[in-house]
């Protein structure tokens, strides 16, 4: 059912109707035949030798039921943003709290089986919080290269009487090997101008040191660190937002995708929820795959895949750069 809104509420809310409308669209990855992916045939029949065709689809399915039936050797990015080691409810499945170690063995029920999918030169995103964080970084070192932990500001977040608010989260990243795309240029973030520096120009004037003069302000153009802080979390007022409970900003998988893949590139994404991963994806010219085993948020990720057709921007990316949060 959908809830009634106020007008200037723009989460993405789906009828029955809507649903019904949409699943047909959605994948699944089946023994031996494999039908994934928009382009559903039921009379289709795929050799079982043949790789199944993830490009542009979304799966409904448990992931454990997808992994060993999931093409190897494809993937050039997997980005995953799994239950954090909390008690948290998906649409009423329910992911319970248990002991970094049981977490970390948890972890190692399903990433290994993802692997094979990775081409050599793949890389891997893994998000996490402090709780999951540890486990994270133990159970991705056994398999991967770790080359970096990024820590983002989730300015949303309740405080605390006796504990610090809780406003940030981690995202891992690893590759395959020593060989993975890296597109530093591409995410570039523009900050407004603390300290406005000159320097004597050749005709002794005084020109701006590193920085820019524009109309709407000083600017300057700075190297992407490991500490983001220029991210929103989803809310009602942007046209992004849904009432899945953790979404992701897609702003936040642009600057993954645009690092750590090309056009034409597959982005797989095993725990997809809302859709972020491949809206993103879709926007910036990559191709998607994703598995998620709720089928309302299924069916908010194909809305959302719609009308990114509509609306192509990402918010807060702009002519190829990324703003700083309120800058624009
Ligand atoms: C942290 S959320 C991902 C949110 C997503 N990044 C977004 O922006 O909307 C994790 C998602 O994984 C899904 N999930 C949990 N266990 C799963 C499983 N075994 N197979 C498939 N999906 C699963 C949940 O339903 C939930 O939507």
């Known amino acids: 059912m959908v809830k009634q809104q106020a ?30 992916g928009v382009e559903i ?10 790789q199944p065709n993830l ?13 060993p039936l999931l093409p190897q050797g494809v993937v050039d990015l997997l980005f995953i943003d799994p239950p954090y080691n909390l008690t948290k409810s998906f649409n009423g499945q329910c992911f319970r709290e248990r002991s970094p170690s049981e977490y970390a063995d948890w972890l190692n029920t399903w990433l290994p089986q993802l692997l094979p999918t990775l081409k050599s030169t793949a890389s891997v995103y893994v998000c996490g919080d402090w709780r999951s964080s540890g ?28 504990n610090w608010k809780n406003c940030s989260e981690d995202i891992w990243f690893c ?21 406005p520096y000159r320097t004597a120009g050749a005709s002794g004037d005084r020109q701006p040191k590193d920085w820019m003069e524009t109309l709407q302000g000083n600017f300057r153009l700075t190297s992407a ?28 998988l642009a600057k993954v995708i645009l690092a750590s893949s090309n056009p034409g590139d597959l982005v797989l994404d095993p725990f997809l929820g809302s859709g972020t991963t491949a809206v993103a994806a879709k926007k910036l ?7 998620e085993q709720d089928l ?3 069916c908010l990720a194909l809305k959302r895949l719609q009308f990114a057709d509509q609306n192509p921007g990402i918010q807060g990316y702009v002519d190829g750069i990324f703003w700083d949060r309120n800058a624009l």
């Open 175 to 195: 590759t395959v090997s020593n060989q993975y795309t890296f597109n530093p240029e591409a995410v570039r973030l523009k900050r407004r101008v603390q300290a």
């Open 135 to 162: 486990a994270l970084q133990q159970v991705l070192a056994q398999h991967l290269f770790l080359r970096n932990r990024i820590t983002w500001e989730r300015e949303k977040g309740r405080g605390a009487q006796r």
């Open 225 to 252: 660190s490991n500490l983001w802080t220029d991210l929103t979390v989803p809310f009602w007022s942007m046209p992004e937002n849904t009432d899945h409970p953790t979404q992701k900003p897609e702003k936040l």
């Open 296 to 298: 309302m948020y299924c």
């Open 55 to 67: 490009n542009n689809c979304i799966l409904h399915q448990d992931l454990f039921a997808a992994l």
């Open 285 to 291: 010219g990559r191709r998607f795959a994703g598995i």
């Open 41 to 50: 045939d039921s009379e289709m029949d795929t050799a079982p030798e043949q």
């Open 7 to 36: 007008q200037r509420n723009r989460t993405l809310r789906l009828t029955e109707a809507e649903i019904a409308q949409l699943q047909p669209q959605l994948g699944r990855l089946v023994e031996a035949v494999a039908r994934p």
